[in-house]
């Protein structure tokens, strides 16, 4: 069966104290692996495709990471605007479109 | 102006009642979604479409229906709303890119059954 493990469920930071966030996955076949943020009350949005292990996509303080089992999300010197769920999502070659999401990490920043 | 917007954004209903939630885009992609999100149990996808027609289930399709009325407007309903229907809905599109389709969300609506 296809799915995809978040951890932590939480994480709290001090403002500038990087870490990372954890995506396992067990797929069939990994067409692509997702990592989107989401506000409170509002819609996830896109941060980064990965396609293949290996790869690497930065942007500002984000950079994700894509190994054959997990992707990690990793906050460099984070500040309290990037407190935010944080949502993994795989498609898999036998599902079609369909995106699998695991339950997210919120991340907590404090100044 | 929002790519993909949703309404109503908050709805509060109440057991048996038929409700709709409308959903429109100007991104010009063909793919559009329908998703729930729980607490604890993340983002499960109820409905699909390709295009005008072609509607496919997703993971938890009983209770709900949807329409897809043009390239840029999908509708779910629920015909007879319960309370565990309560939860944020999310319309969602994408753009088939030949290997993956990244799919951007609406802002949701909230839904409350009494």
């Known amino acids: 069966e296809d799915q995809v493990t978040q951890s932590p469920e939480a994480l709290r930071l001090q403002e500038g104290e990087s870490s990372s966030l954890n995506c396992s996955y067990t797929?069939?076949?990994?067409?692509?692996l997702f990592w989107y943020r989401q506000d409170p009350g509002k819609g996830p949005e896109f941060l980064f495709t990965?396609?293949?292990a290996g790869e690497e996509k930065e942007k500002e303080r984000l950079k994700a990471t894509l190994t054959k089992k997990e992707s990690f999300l990793h906050i460099t010197a984070p500040k309290p605007e990037d407190s935010a769920t944080y949502l993994c999502a795989v498609q898999a070659d036998q599902a079609g479109t369909a995106l699998i999401f695991g339950k997210g990490t919120t991340l907590s920043v404090s100044s | 102006d929002a790519d993909v917007t949703q309404t109503p954004r908050n709805r509060i209903t109440k057991t048996g009642k038929r409700i709709m939630l409308e959903c429109s885009q100007t991104k010009g992609h063909d793919r559009m979604y329908w998703y729930r999100q729980d607490p604890g149990l993340g983002l499960r996808l109820i409905y699909y479409s390709f295009d005008v027609k072609d509607i496919n289930k997703g993971e938890i399709s009983d209770g709900y229906s949807v329409s897809r009325q043009a390239q840029a407007k999908f509708s779910l309903s629920l015909e007879s709303a319960i309370p565990n229907q309560t939860a944020l809905y999310f319309c969602?599109?994408?753009?088939?890119?030949?290997?993956?389709?990244?799919?951007?969300f609406g802002p949701g609506t909230r839904l409350t059954v009494l």
């Open positions: 969602a599109t994408s753009d088939w890119g030949g290997s993956t389709d990244t799919q951007y």
């Open positions: 797929v069939s076949g990994l067409r692509g």
């Open positions: 990965l396609y293949s």
